[in-house]
């Protein structure tokens, strides 16, 4: 009888359990599943109604790639301040200058600045948010405000460390 060794039971034991991401620690195995994105200010809050909250992500090591598509429909309260999208399900390493990226492939309704021509979105060290940032030809990247728009949808993707 062949006795298994230690690896190839805790290979088998991880195929078997399906851990939760809470559990994964950065191990060689792929991990997916979903998450909730929530399109947030970091200002007065208000009360978002949300008709499209869609995220999925796979982990492997360290590295997690998510995506995401949220809309809302109104947006009681009057929220200022500067849009993000909370809620990832892993927080990214705690690193100095290690950044995630994102990619914005749509957005409705949000209003940039003069100059300004497109949107994307960084994961900073130990952040589980994703402020979203707007650029443009010779422009200083900068956040997105709220302002007047209550109805929106953002759709994108994202890859950074654990």
Known sequence: M?????????????????????????????????????????????????????????????????????ATTAWTGSPTGNLSITGLPFPAASVSNDVGVCLITQYNAIALTANYTQIGGQVGSGSSSIPIVQSGSGQTAATVAIGAVTVMNIVGYCSYHT
Request: hydrophobic share 45%.
């Open 2 to 70: 062949k006795i298994l060794s230690w690896v190839a039971v805790a290979a088998l034991f991880l195929l078997l359990a399906k851990p939760t991401p809470a559990q994964i620690t950065g191990g060689p195995f792929p991990v997916s599943g979903s998450w909730t994105p929530i399109i947030a200010v970091d200002g007065t809050p208000g009360t978002p109604t949300f008709s499209v909250q869609v995220g999925t992500y796979e982990k492997v090591g360290r590295q997690v790639t998510v995506r995401f598509n949220v």
